[in-house]
């Protein structure tokens, strides 16, 4: 059985900092996109940060770009988000995701991919929840 068991969300004021993880278990880790989506109340969910972990492939939107961070530890099967400089509206519901890949994408096949949303597997979401 696939999961994704995302943790480190949490309450934190503008500016402040925090990191998300993902553990990934009953799934082959390797060649694969791991991503972190987001959804804020009345929005529709978008991708905010991608990795192959593979390598050689990473995504960020342009509103997390210089903030956030995705990162991996193959060893552990799990996918970090480092969260710097937060503001109120990254306040939102955040996702770890993951699909398979046999190979990297461009990045324009990447934001294709997070664009349409097409992940085979989700975790249940962590909240996030920026104050100013």
């Known amino acids: 059985q696939v999961q994704l068991v995302e943790s480190g969300g949490g309450s934190v004021q503008a500016g402040g900092s925090l990191r998300l993880s993902c553990v990934v278990s009953g799934y082959t880790y390797s060649n694969n996109y791991m991503a972190w989506f987001r959804q804020a109340p009345g929005k529709e969910r978008e991708g905010v940060a991608a990795?192959?972990?593979?390598?050689?492939?990473?995504y960020y939107a342009d509103s997390v770009k210089g903030r956030f961070t995705i990162s991996q530890d193959n060893a552990k099967n799990t996918v970090y988000l480092q969260m710097n400089s937060l503001k109120p509206e990254d306040t939102a519901v955040y996702y770890c995701a993951a699909r398979v890949y046999l190979r990297p994408l461009s990045q324009t096949g990447l934001e294709r991919l997070l664009l349409t949303r097409d992940f085979g597997y989700w975790g249940q979401g962590t909240q996030v929840t920026v104050s100013s």
């Open positions: 990795i192959y972990t593979g390598g050689g492939s990473i």
